[in-house]
């Protein structure tokens, strides 16, 4: 059954007229459909036709990420799932942009209207964006996290927020799936912390920050992006809702803040979409910029080389031919231990984990409640702390 949860109007900004959420909610479905229906006869084209001949040919092919996609894309249920995967993510913001489009110039009001802030935003115009970034447009959403479109622009912030959506079913109305996750991997492994300030890095629209922000309710709480419509967007919906966030425009290898600064450092799925060239850097700043004792989190997508189903690795490598997430797996390709180490973390501080998705389930007709639970799928998981030899 398809995921059927809708955002209510607290939890964004945009409101979808009855065409536009039916088309919203045709995109959202072709994806699911696409991510089961037509991968289930690629599946079964890979199990009856491909695995058999690689396997016949050379075993260790069969097992071999690489040569398995190299067969798979001739055949045509491959075709027409990587097709559909590619088309239906296009569908995603094609049909978000109806509603963004309608109600930007509204936004950009009310964004210009804000009086008194509880949260704070500091916006760089001369920052220049990494040339990584720039190459491509980021989840094929046109202009990518970075554009202003006009000045005091919010149009990608708002686009990126509602593609979110859609595009990420039992995320939850709130898009905060990712913040829920990542909270209840700190709680497990580091049950009692408590910090006072917290520092998210690629933080977009705060979704997940804003979890964060719920959660502890007396922390200052900064986020940091390139992405200045982003930030504008996150800081009206902060605003919205009376939530305290301070925002800043910087890269995330200078962020500029003072050292010793945070107790807690985290990133949601900001590294899949980062070359490997600045990864030291950005580990670096986050280590100067943590208090001793305090916690470095990384929470993002997971290694699918970890996936001991081949056919799942391929689908999970296919986002980064169809869906511009060309760093994806190359992330894993990193040894994160001696990373975390030359940034300077002991290596008695360092776990590397696995972080369950917290998913929302929608109510149906024989279960009227919604609500969340521990999913199958998860995340990747980095935890460290500075000056300190476990990570407990």
């Given at each position: 059954m398809y995921d059927t949860a809708e955002q209510t109007p607290a939890d964004h900004l945009l409101h979808p007229d009855l065409d536009e959420?039916?088309?919203?909610?045709?995109?959202?479905?072709?994806?699911?459909?696409?991510f089961t229906a037509a991968r289930g006869a690629a599946q079964n084209a890979f199990a009856q036709r491909v695995a058999p001949g690689l396997a016949q040919a050379d075993p260790a092919a069969a097992r071999d990420r690489k040569r398995v996609r190299a067969a798979l894309v001739e055949e045509?249920?491959?075709?027409?799932?990587?097709?559909?995967?590619?088309?239906?993510?296009?569908?995603?913001?094609?049909?978000?942009?109806?509603?963004?489009?309608?109600e930007t110039a509204a936004l950009r009001e009310a964004f210009l209207a804000i009086r008194k802030p509880k949260g704070s935003l500091k916006l760089d115009p001369a920052l220049e964006v990494p040339e990584y970034l720039r190459r491509m447009d980021t989840h094929c959403m046109p202009g990518s996290y970075y554009?202003?479109?006009?000045e005091n622009d919010l149009t990608n912030g708002a686009m990126y927020e509602r593609g979110g959506f859609l595009y990420t079913p039992g995320a939850g109305p709130a898009t905060d799936g990712a913040g829920r996750t990542s909270l209840e991997f700190l709680r497990a492994h580091l049950p009692g912390f408590t910090p006072q300030r917290i520092l998210d890095l690629g933080c977009g629209t705060c979704s997940p920050l804003m979890a964060w922000a719920r959660a502890f309710p007396d922390a200052e709480i900064h986020g940091l992006d390139v992405g200045?419509?982003?930030?504008?967007?996150?800081?009206?919906?902060?605003?919205?809702?009376?939530?305290?966030?301070?925002?800043?425009?910087?890269?995330?290898?200078?962020?500029?803040?003072?050292?010793?600064?945070?107790d807690l450092v985290t990133s949601h799925i900001m590294f899949h979409e980062t070359e490997a060239e600045p990864i030291p850097a950005i580990l670096a700043e986050a280590y100067r910029v943590l208090k001793p004792g305090?916690?470095?989190?990384?929470?993002?997508?997971?290694?699918?080389g970890r996936i001991p189903d081949v056919f799942q690795q391929v689908v999970f490598d296919g986002d980064a031919y169809y869906n511009n997430e060309h760093f994806w797996m190359k992330m894993h390709d990193i040894d994160w231990v001696a990373q975390l180490r030359r940034a300077g973390f002991p290596e008695g501080s360092i776990e590397i984990g696995f972080a369950p998705m917290q998913m929302y389930v929608p109510p149906t007709a024989k279960n009227a409640e919604a609500g969340w639970s521990t999913g199958r799928f998860g995340f990747f998981a980095a935890l460290a702390r500075k000056g300190a030899e476990r990570a407990q």
């Open positions: 959420r039916g088309r919203q909610a045709f995109a959202k479905h072709l994806r699911q459909f696409v045509p249920e491959y075709q027409f799932f990587s097709d559909l995967h590619r088309i239906s993510q296009e569908q995603i913001w094609n049909s978000s942009a109806d509603t963004v489009e309608r554009t202003d479109w006009v200045a419509p982003l930030l504008r967007y996150a800081h009206l919906r902060a605003e919205t809702q009376g939530v305290a966030l301070h925002l800043k425009q910087a890269d995330a290898t200078a962020t500029g803040y003072d050292s010793g600064y945070f305090g916690a470095l989190l990384i929470v993002d997508l997971p290694d699918a």
